[in-house]
T-cell receptor
Framework: SQQGEEDPQALSIQEGENATMNCSYK?????LQWYRQNSGRGLVHLIL?????REKHSGRLRVTLDTSKKSSSLLITASRAADTASYFC?????????????FGTGTQLKVEL | DTGVSQDPRHKITKRGQNVTFRCDPI?????LYWYRQTLGQGPEFLTY????????KSRLLSDRFSAERPKGSFSTLEIQRTEQGDSAMYLC???????????????FGNGTRLTVT
């Protein structure tokens, strides 16, 4: 079953614009991770945010986490054509033992020149 | 760090045949995961190993599926009597995790795409 749901399902922007993707999940977590997947390839880890953290930055990426709303957002600033990919949030689950990640349905981002 | 490798990259098989996929994780990683992904969906958890012990299996993993990780190194995933619904990308991932829960990233291979005709 999919624990998380990303919103929007698809996003198309111009190069240089910012892209924001949201993720909602259902159960209490220890941490939340974001991954990127290029077509036909495996997933690549972007950032991990722990349940006691509210915001984290990595280069052009900014992730926020609101555990009271069970939601997270991923912001990509100054997007590039190379950012075109699918983006997934993934959570462990405290009630499930926290030893596996459950992925959302993903946001398909297209950055046009 | 040579990354996680999966073999083969693509597999086409006829319904009813058995198939086996291999995953070589990053050498020092103690955990190994198998996920299945269909078009337009996120990866779905199948099973995971801590060293050589298979610690959890999803209800998605019917009795036609079996996974092994002998000696805690590479892993194989076998599907017996394949069905068309088994067509998907099978992803392997590994991580180095201490303690009970996941506290480090998963490193994914590029997957094996299975097509059952």
């Amino acid at each position: 079953s999919q624990q998380g749901e990303e919103d929007p399902q698809a996003l198309s922007i111009q190069e240089g614009e910012n892209a924001t993707m949201n993720c909602s999940y259902k159960t209490s977590i220890n941490n939340l991770q974001w991954y990127r997947q290029n077509s036909g390839r495996g997933l690549v880890h972007l950032i991990l945010i722990r349940s006691n953290e509210r915001e984290k930055h990595s280069g052009r990426l900014r992730v926020t986490l609101d555990t009271s709303k069970k939601s997270s957002s991923l912001l990509i600033t100054a997007s590039r054509a190379a950012d075109t990919a699918s983006y997934f949030c993934a959570t462990d689950s405290r009630t499930g033992g926290g030893n596996k990640l459950t992925f959302g349905t993903g946001t398909q981002l297209k950055v046009e020149l | 760090d040579t990354g996680v490798s999966q073999d083969p990259r693509h597999k086409i098989t006829k319904r009813g045949q058995n198939v086996t996929f291999r995953c070589d994780p990053i050498s020092e990683h103690n955990r190994l995961y198998w996920y299945r992904q269909t078009l337009g969906q996120g990866p779905e958890f199948l099973t995971y190993f801590q060293n050589e012990a298979q610690l959890e299996k999803s209800r998605l993993l019917s009795d036609r599926f079996s996974a092994e990780r002998p000696k805690g190194s590479f892993s194989t995933l076998e599907i017996q009597r394949t069905e068309q619904g088994d067509s998907a990308m099978y992803l392997c991932a590994s991580s180095l995790s201490q303690g009970g829960w996941i506290n480090s990233p998963l490193h994914f291979g590029n997957g094996t795409r299975l097509t059952v005709t």
